[in-house]
């Protein structure tokens, strides 16, 4: 059974920071691109940031580039989301995806999800 699993998210003062990781079992990602999402109350998900398998290349929401970065490491098949300078709008439920499409990028559509973990950012 594949499973993404979330950790890291917690309460913390604007402009402060949270580094994330999605631990994944059951399969190995390391040929597979991964993301982050994210969802706030009574908004849609939002695409937060991507990386490809090798971790060269990636991708970021206009919202979230220069403040936060997304890695990997794949010999823990883990994926991670540094978030520096959190905003209250940076509020959220984030949650880590990965593409079940052998090195597709940029992926057009996630197959796996996490349930995610709470981010929330107090002013």
């Known amino acids: 059974q594949v499973q993404l699993v979330e950790s890291g998210g917690g309460l913390v003062q604007a402009g402060g920071s949270l580094r994330l990781s999605c631990a994944a079992s059951g399969r190995t990602f390391s040929n597979n691109a991964m993301g982050w999402f994210r969802h706030a109350p009574g908004n849609e998900r939002e695409f937060v940031a991507a990386i490809t398998w090798s971790g060269i290349y990636t991708s970021y929401a206009e919202s979230v580039k220069g403040r936060f970065t997304i890695s990997r490491d794949n010999a823990k098949n883990t994926v991670y989301l540094q978030l520096n300078s959190l905003k209250p709008e940076d509020t959220a439920v984030y949650s880590c995806?990965?593409?079940?499409?052998?090195?597709?990028?940029?992926?057009?559509?996630?197959?796996?999800w996490g349930q995610g973990t709470q981010v929330t950012v107090s002013s």
């Open positions: 995806a990965a593409d079940q499409i052998y090195r597709r990028w940029p992926p057009t559509s996630y197959y796996y």
